[in-house]
């Protein structure tokens, strides 16, 4: 029999069978294996981990496990990546409130969880005030707790002259070294007035915005002694008659 078919999608007639994309027993259409592998992936750059069938009339969506020899490993961990997140999005979630420690915790109880263990450090802590754990006292208490807390790990801060990360609102001590760091949520920011950078310099560093200043000046002059003496040399050749 006859099992060539046109593409919907690019409108070419396919004659080779296996080129048929098939998407389980979930749907059957039309569609060769390149135009799919191309739509998967334009799906997944705009983050989209639900890929619907793209025929019109149909509502079922693609199956990720039978799509995988399809678009590759690599493309198929980025699908599995997107599916992820798109998962804890729609969960309650939290982050440790372990400040050295900061992971991403899932409420898999409904939204009872009360003493939970953070699967990264151990620690316990209150899955409904965010705060360690406070084994005899209730949440309000605890908070009053905290902010007593706050106050002297702020002393601390101002005395040790700790910076906020712009981004993630983490402290960051910084020994020594440039004054240009990196959180560990990737912002970079200076150091010394706390703005967030987007090059190796700030423009609070008097000393490195003269340094830039005189490097610029240096090479717009070097820049115009280059066409002076082009200029020069072309006016001093004589044409040949």
């Not at 059957?28 to 639900?50: R, T």
């Not at 967030?196 to 820049?223: K, L, M, N, P, Q």
């Amino acid at each position: 029999p006859d099992e060539s078919f046109t593409c919907e999608i690019c409108i070419e007639p396919i004659s080779l069978p296996n080129k048929k994309f098939k998407n389980q027993n979930l749907c059957v259409h039309p569609f060769c294996m390149d135009c799919m592998a191309k739509y998967i992936a334009v799906k997944l750059e705009d983050n989209v981990g639900n890929i619907p069938c793209p025929s019109l009339s149909c509502e079922k969506f693609l199956d990720p496990i039978s799509c995988r020899n399809l678009v590759g490993p690599q493309l198929f961990v980025r699908w599995s990546d997107v599916l992820c997140e798109s998962s804890v999005l729609g969960l309650a979630h939290c982050y440790c409130p372990d400040r050295r420690c900061s992971a991403l915790i899932l409420d898999e109880c409904g939204g009872k969880a009360k003493r939970s263990k953070c699967p990264n450090c151990k620690k316990h802590f209150c899955f409904q005030c965010k705060l360690p754990w406070h084994s005899g006292f209730e949440c309000e208490e605890s908070r009053e707790l905290r902010d007593r807390n706050d106050v002297v790990f702020g002393v601390v801060a101002e005395a040790n002259k700790w910076k906020r990360c712009p981004q993630c609102r983490h402290f960051v001590e910084l020994i020594e070294g440039c004054k240009i760091v990196k959180c560990r949520c990737g912002v970079s920011f200076c150091y010394n007035c706390g703005k967030r950078v987007y090059r190796h310099w700030c423009s609070c560093d008097s000393a490195s915005v003269r340094c830039i200043r005189i490097i610029h000046g240096i090479t717009i002059i070097f820049i115009l002694l280059s066409i002076f003496f082009i200029f020069k040399n072309l006016n001093s050749i004589t044409p040949k008659k």
